[in-house]
């Protein structure tokens, strides 16, 4: 049985101040709260830390592929400029999200059954296209 700490300190990240390409998660995701400033999401960090990054325009849509207790590395990889929509002119900060499919809990994606067949079943015959 592995021991964790309770109630330890949190490592928050000014996404302004980070480095490209600085790591700023390598654990495992456990959950997304409503912070004072909106959502963020908490990692327990393999140095037993648990990390907290305040949600983003791009990193909200990359953690909609991420469930609890998925593996995750995420690197910051700088702001980029907004050129369209109703955030042009704005810098929006950019993160490249890794997953560790092995170690991670079985991922879906959306495929019905064994062999991805769904509904069809086994007999490609049956197929309507």
Known sequence: MGFKEVGGRKKYFKFAECEIGEVLVEGEYHREVQGKYGIQYEFLNIDGEVHVLNGSGQLKYKMDFIREGDKVKITYEGS??????????????????????????????????EDGLGEFGDNLDELPF
């Open 80 to 113: 980029e400029l907004l050129t369209k929509g109703p955030m042009a002119g704005k810098s929006a900060h950019q993160f490249k999200i890794l997953r560790d499919d092995d170690a991670s809990p079985s991922q879906d994606e959306g495929v019905e059954g």
